[in-house]
Each structure stands twice: as C-alpha cells, then as structure tokens.
C-alpha cells in the first residue's frame, strides 16, 4: 500500500503546523466533501501535490485522516454519537484494555486519550498511521499506540483486550474473518463494539443521493456497494474487487440480520436490546465474547 516518503511525510508535518496549516486543513477537509475551498490553503496543497483540478491519488489519502480530523473537532473531540448513546461515552472504556480495529488517523484514539488501562490502534493504510502524529501534535495530545495490520490479522496476544471497538470501518474488512480476529483478541465476556451503516439504510441514502445529485458517478459507486454487499452476504466475498484487490475503495453494508448471525457464528452474543439506530443513518451493536 501506498506509504509517504521521508520527504512528503516531513513536508506534510511542515505544511500542516506551520503558518498556513490551519487553512490547508480547511482546505483539505472542503474537498474531501466535494466543496469548493478558499485559495489560500488550495495553493499550500497544489504546492505539496495533494490537489491538481481536483484531490490527486496522494492527497486523496492525506484527505481522508483530515476529514477525519476535522470531524473530530466539529463534534468537540467526542466519540461519534456518544452524546446521544450512552452505551458510547467515554466513561465506559476506562480502565479496560482497549483495542480499535481501523482506528484511521486516531481521533477515535485521540478522544479516549488517558482513561483505558491501556488502548491500541489497528490500521492497515500506511499514509493514515503517518498523520496520526501530526494530527495529535495539533491537538496538544500524545500519539497514540497504533499497529500497522489488517483486521483478520492483528499482531495482538490472545485474550489481551476487554473491548474491541470498530468504528465505520468493518465495511471495508472481510467481515467474518475480521469477526473472529476480534474474537480471538478478546478475554471471555469481553465486548465487541461495532458502529456502521447497514444495507436498508444505505440503499434509501442511495435513492435520496441521486435524486438530490443526479450524479452518475455516486450512483455507480453506490451501486457497486450493494452489488458488494449482496454478493459478499450470499457468497463470502465482494463481486468487484478494488485496485490491487484492496476493499478500501469498495465497502459493504452487511444487514443487521447478517451481522447478527456472523457474531453468533463467530462466538459472540448480540446484546439485542442495546442495538441502537444512529440519526446517521448507521447502526450501534453490542455483543459479549461467550
């Protein structure tokens, strides 16, 4: 997977503490949503080679962590939902031994800095394990401990964490195979934590994105995400595959009922009464290592 250089990694770190670092984020974080940005970070970012007419494949990845980023601090450096979920808070990880599968560019990690007994990202994308200390040298926090690893192959003892925590990010995992990397990863009646989006949902979001947008290209990427998600549910594995086989670029929304037999299959038991669906539009399940 694509990795930044010496070089781009130190002109990152430069660009995004220096003068204009707070513009260059703006910047970023407008054109990871599809908007339009002020010229005053666009230039810093045609200079680093993260924008030509639009996001180039290097800024792109750099957008994502920025997006994540941004985000975070729109929400005042909560956890996703936790305000309105209180299965969410912060409060209920302290103390424990926590792992995040696809912890991204730490801001899950960031949020829960200094109450878990101890807490460790799992993060296969190299270029977002690369921001994770700019960003939380932003913020005025430590960098926190993350490993470069794939969820259905984590470099973690057996039984080593009491909560496993995958925030938006099982879609782009084989999810079965990850499921029981969690469940291996977790002492007996440890938790399982799994926010995302599931299928009814994401197919309503796709009929309201193109009627609002009429835009070909999102109704295609759409599409080959339910296509995926059908295809992986019924036969175990994604109908079209992403650029070098990587799923990063072509995620999943498995149904609730899906992941409610792939979590009983793989030893777990779904809490059915704390599942909570999410003004998101995603959904927030429980589930105890038996």
Same mark, same amino acid.
């Given at each position: ?72 601090? &729109? ?111 977790? &002492? ?36 080959? &995400? ?65």
């Amino acid at each position: 997977m694509r990795r930044l250089t010496e070089e781009e990694a130190s002109a990152a770190f430069d660009a995004l503490m220096g003068a204009q670092g707070g513009a260059l984020r703006e910047a970023m974080f407008a054109l990871s949503l599809g908007r339009s940005a002020e010229e005053a970070g666009l230039s810093t970012a045609r200079a680093l080679g993260w924008v030509d007419h639009g996001l180039t494949a290097l800024g792109q990845l750099i957008a994502d962590p920025l997006r994540e980023f941004g985000f975070w601090l &729109a929400r005042e450096r909560q956890l996703p939902s936790e305000s309105l979920v209180p299965d969410l808070q912060r409060q209920r990880y302290a103390g424990k031994r926590v792992v995040e599968v696809g912890s991204g560019g730490g801001c899950n990690l960031l949020s829960l800095s200094g109450l878990p007994a101890s807490l460790v990202g799992v993060e296969p994308m190299p270029v977002y394990l690369q921001m994770m200390p700019v960003l939380a040298k932003i913020a005025g926090l430590p960098c926190p401990e993350a490993v470069e690893a794939s969820a259905r192959a984590m470099p973690l003892p057996d039984r080593s964490a009491d909560l496993v925590l995958c925030y938006s990010s099982h879609q782009y995992m084989d999810v079965r195979a990850a499921l029981r990397e969690m469940h291996r990863v977790l &002492a007996p009646g440890g938790e399982l934590v799994i926010v995302g989006n599931s299928l009814v949902p994401f197919g309503s979001e796709t009929v309201t994105r193109f009627a609002r947008g009429r835009s070909l290209g999102t109704l295609k990427y759409d599409l080959t &995400a339910i296509a995926n998600t059908m295809s992986y549910q019924f036969a175990g594995r994604r109908l079209f595959q992403g650029r070098g086989g990587t799923s990063t670029a072509v995620p999943i929304y498995p149904t609730r009922a899906f992941m409610r037999d792939a979590l009983d299959d793989t030893g777990f038991t779904l809490a059915a009464h704390r599942v909570r669906a999410l003004p998101s539009g995603e959904t927030a399940l429980f589930a105890i290592k038996r």
